[in-house]
């Protein structure tokens, strides 16, 4: 028994429209931002301790070098 060459046709277009479809969500910033910020927000929502520890350090390090700059500028 053959097979359609019409419908095998439409059926190969079919799998490379959705190959398509995955390789643009795969590349697309838009949509890797949005999957990262919802990775973020689960992980915070399991254990926020680590999240505000490098929230903490981050702005320590941002008052260390603003400070450092202002002391330094003193000839």
């Given at each position: 028994?053959?097979?359609n060459?019409?419908?095998?046709?439409?059926?190969?277009?079919?799998?490379l429209?959705?190959?398509?479809?995955?390789?643009?969500?795969?590349?697309?910033?838009?949509?890797?931002?949005?999957?990262?910020?919802?990775?973020?927000?689960?992980?915070?929502?399991?254990n926020?301790?680590?999240?505000?520890?490098?929230?903490?350090?981050?702005?320590?390090?941002?008052?260390?070098?603003?400070?450092?700059?202002?002391?330094?500028?003193?000839?």
């Amino acid at each position: 028994m053959t097979d359609n060459p019409a419908r095998r046709a439409d059926q190969l277009r079919a799998e490379l429209e959705a190959t398509l479809n995955e390789i643009d969500n795969r590349l697309n910033p838009r949509v890797q931002g949005a999957e990262f910020g919802r990775r973020v927000r689960a992980g915070y929502e399991r254990n926020p301790v680590p999240y505000l520890i490098g929230a903490a350090v981050a702005t320590a390090v941002v008052v260390g070098l603003v400070a450092w700059a202002i002391a330094g500028d003193r000839d």
